[in-house]
């Protein structure tokens, strides 16, 4: 016995009377398809440096929402990725991580260099 035929689903037309869409056709008469449609900006990201050759190096994620769990990562260039959970933990590591940007190789080699 073979399976009765599903039932089409409401508002999905039948699939024999789909017709692939086909791509527009340049304006300019080279046929070359646009890239970027006219008037219309690029998005261009911002360099992460500044001007004065500062950027980044240690992040610190706090998430603490209401009713729940609270957490904490330290993540750093020099290698440093440390996650904490609960609200002792997680104070603790905020504690870490200020005391690191003292102790960080990267910090103290880019300030030795800078002075």
């Not at 609270?70 to 959970?85: D, E, H, K, W």
């Amino acid at each position: 016995m073979s399976a009765p035929p599903r039932p089409r689903l409401e508002g999905h037309p039948p699939t024999s009377r789909l017709k692939l869409a086909e791509p527009a056709r340049a304006a300019s008469s080279s046929g070359a398809p646009k890239v970027v449609a006219e008037g219309v900006p690029t998005a261009v990201r911002p360099d992460q440096q500044t001007g004065e050759g500062r950027y980044p190096i240690a992040w610190l994620t706090i998430t603490a929402p209401r009713g729940a769990t609270p957490t904490a990562t330290s993540i750093c260039a020099c290698g440093r990725n440390l996650f904490a959970a609960g609200h002792h933990k997680a104070l603790a590591l905020i504690a870490d991580h200020t005391d690191h940007k003292t102790r960080c190789p990267l910090r103290a080699t880019l300030e030795r260099t800078a002075s």
